[in-house]
């Protein structure tokens, strides 16, 4: 049974910075594209960062580059998303999820975390 389990949201100040990890289990982590999303309240779910099998590509959305960094390591089956200047606009919950295929798209993500909250508050 593939599980996905996220770590490290919480409350933290507008400029402040936040570590979220996504333990992994279940599954070849290594054979597996992985990705962040989040969703804020009334929203739809977005893609925020990928990160290829071996962790030379990611890709972030627009909104994030330059502050987040996706992460990955491979031997301990865990994929990282480094929060830094963090916004009021991040609030929300994040996801991690986990692909075959180099994708934004939501719908391509065979599997889910359960979330983690993230509130930013200004």
């Known amino acids: 049974q593939v599980q996905l389990v996220e770590s490290g949201g919480g409350l933290v100040e507008a400029g402040g910075s936040l570590r979220l990890s996504c333990a992994a289990s279940g599954l070849t982590f290594s054979r597996y594209v992985m990705g962040w999303f989040r969703q804020a309240p009334g929203k739809e779910r977005e893609f925020v960062a990928h990160i290829r099998w071996s962790g030379a590509g990611t890709f972030y959305t627009d909104s994030v580059k330059g502050r987040f960094t996706i992460s990955r390591d491979n031997a301990k089956n865990t994929v990282y998303l480094q929060m830094d200047s963090l916004k009021s606009e991040d609030t929300a919950v994040y996801y991690c999820?986990?692909?075959?295929?180099?994708?934004?798209?939501?719908?391509?993500?065979?599997?889910w975390g359960q979330g983690t909250q993230v509130t930013v508050s200004s």
């Open positions: 999820a986990a692909t075959g295929f180099v994708t934004v798209a939501a719908s391509e993500y065979a599997y």
